[in-house]
């Protein structure tokens, strides 16, 4: 029986790459002054009330300036997923 003809393949080439676009990115430099100024003002809040008792910063809230000072602290953090 005869021998059939041996079909070589193409050795693969990739596609010439794409040229890269120029991205302008936003300056996102203003996130951490942001961030860590957030969480100074919550800490800060939440010291200064278990320090004066409860008399300072808001009095008429009582307790719930632990929220106002933990609502800081969560701000900063959303703050924080906006920084690249």
């Known amino acids: 029986m ?5 079909r070589k393949k193409d050795d693969y080439t990739p596609p ?8 302008k990115l936003t300056s996102r430099s203003w996130v951490a002054p942001v961030m860590l100024a957030l969480f100074l003002i919550g800490l800060a809040w939440i010291v200064v009330f278990y320090v004066t008792d409860g008399k300072l910063p808001i009095e008429s ?24």
């Open 61 to 84: 809230i009582d307790n719930f300036n632990i929220v106002v000072g933990f609502a800081f602290i969560a701000a900063g953090f959303g703050v924080s997923t906006q920084w690249k």
């Open 16 to 23: 010439p790459a794409k040229q890269a676009t120029n991205i």
């Open 2 to 6: 005869p021998k059939s003809r041996i």
